[in-house]
C-alpha cells in the first residue's frame, strides 16, 4: 500500500561544550525526565508531577520546538551519555516574553553543569538565533537557582508572577558572552 | 508530501499553533471537556495542544485536528502515553460538530492510515463506564472488548481493540 505519514519535523540546533551536548528532545529522555518531574526537584517549575502530566511535558517540549523555532535543549553529558537536565528557552502562552528556564536532574549539581550549559543556550538564543536579552522567572526561595542566574550576570528587574505563584524576574546580559 | 487526511467532509491534518481557539474553547466547556481532565484554562489548552504537536514530532504520529468547511472542529488520531495501555484511538468533537457522524467519519480515516501508513493491524481504544457515546462509536468502528484495567487516575475502562482494516460498513 503507498504509505502517507503525516508527521512534524522538528529541527534543534545541536550545541556542544566542552563537557556537554545540547540537543532535541527524544523518547529516550522519559525516564529520565519522569524521575525528575515527579520528583521534589521539580517544585520550582510547577511540580511534583503525576506521570501523565511529567509524560506531556516531555512532548509538549517537542511541541514548543515546533511551534515557535526555539525550545528546551536536553543536556547530555559527554563523558556518561546520562541526561543532566533540560536548559532552554521557554515561551509559553502565558508567558510575559521568551524566558531562558532550566531543570537539573538529581546528581548534577555542584559540578557547574548547569552553567555550562545555560551560557551556552543563552549565546546560542542571543547570538545567532538573535533574541533577548532574556529572562529568567525564579522562585524568590530558589536560592540555587538564583545562584545560577547571579552567575550568568543576570539582575533582578522585577517582582512577577508564574501562574499565580510570585516570583522574581531576572534580566541577562544583552549579546554572547 | 502533504500531511493530511481527507474524507467527504473532512481534512484530518497535524495540529499547529493557530488551533489554540479551537482547543481552549473546547476545553473551557466543562460539560464538552468533561471526559478529557476539563475543564481547563486557556494556558493548559495550549499545553494540550503543545503535546499534540511534539507527539507527532518525537512518534511520528499523533492525533489530527479535523477541519470541516476550513475551520477547526475538533481532533482526532492515535496516542502513546507513558503509563497508558496501547496506541490509543481518541478523538473530541466541539459540542456544534457532534451528532453528525463527523468522530466516526474521522476515525475511518486514521484507521485506515494506521492500517496503511503505519502497518498496525489494530489500535485500542478505552473510556469511562458513562461515556456512551464513545462506546456506541468504538462498537460501530468493529470494536471488541479485550480487558477491564484500572488506569493511573484510579478509574476503571473497558479497553477495545478495533481492526484498522476492518471492512465495517457503517
Known amino acids: ?177 | 508530501m502533504t500531511p493530511t487526511l481527507t474524507t467527504d467532509r473532512l481534512t484530518l491534518r497535524p495540529p499547529k499553533a493557530s488551533d489554540h481557539a479551537a482547543y481552549a474553547a473546547f476545553f473551557a466547556d466543562p460539560e464538552a471537556s468533561h471526559f478529557y481532565g476539563g475543564p481547563l484554562l486557556p494556558y493548559q489548552a495550549w499545553e494540550r495542544l503543545s503535546a499534540d504537536v511534539g507527539h507527532f514530532a518525537l512518534k511520528g504520529f499523533g492525533r489530527f485536528v479535523i477541519e470541516r468547511d476550513g475551520a477547526p472542529v475538533g481532533g482526532c488520531g492515535i496516542l502513546d502515553v507513558a503509563g497508558w495501555p496501547g496506541h490509543e484511538l481518541t478523538w473530541w468533537l466541539l459540542p456544534a460538530a457532534r451528532g453528525q457522524g463527523n468522530a466516526q467519519e474521522a476515525s475511518r480515516a486514521v484507521l485506515a492510515w494506521a492500517g496503511d501508513a503505519l502497518g498496525w493491524r489494530q489500535v485500542e481504544t478505552h473510556f469511562r463506564d458513562e461515556n456512551l457515546a464513545a462506546r456506541r462509536l468504538t462498537e460501530s468502528l468493529g470494536g471488541v472488548k479485550q480487558r477491564r484495567e484500572i488506569f493511573p487516575d484510579g478509574h476503571a475502562r473497558d479497553i477495545y481493540a478495533i481492526p484498522t482494516r476492518a471492512e465495517v460498513t457503517a
Open chain 1, 1 to 177: 500500500m503507498p504509505s502517507e505519514i503525516a508527521t512534524i519535523q522538528i529541527e534543534v540546533p545541536i550545541l556542544e561544550t566542552k563537557r556537554l551536548i545540547l540537543r532535541e528532545p527524544r523518547n529516550a529522555d522519559w525516564e529520565a525526565v519522569r524521575a525528575f518531574s515527579m520528583s521534589d526537584r521539580s517544585r520550582h517549575v510547577g511540580g511534583p508531577f503525576n506521570e501523565w502530566q511529567a509524560w506531556s511535558s516531555l512532548v509538549s517540549v517537542a511541541g514548543h520546538w515546533a511551534i515557535r523555532g526555539y525550545g528546551m535543549w536536553t543536556v547530555e553529558d559527554k563523558a556518561t551519555g546520562g541526561v543532566t537536565g533540560r536548559i532552554g528557552i521557554i515561551n509559553h502562552i502565558d508567558w510575559p516574553e521568551p524566558e531562558l528556564g532550566w531543570q537539573i536532574f538529581e546528581g548534577f549539581e555542584g559540578k557547574g553543569l548547569a552553567y555550562e550549559a545555560a551560557m551556552a543556550a543563552r549565546n546560542h538564543a542571543q547570538g545567532s538565533m538573535g533574541m533577548g536579552p532574556l529572562i529568567s522567572q525564579i522562585a524568590h526561595d530558589n536560592t540555587r537557582s538564583r545562584r545560577l542566574a547571579e552567575r550568568m550576570g543576570a539582575v533582578i528587574e522585577s517582582e512577577g508572577e508564574v501562574r499565580g505563584t510570585p516570583c522574581l524576574i531576572y534580566r541577562h546580559p544583552a549579546g554572547v558572552a
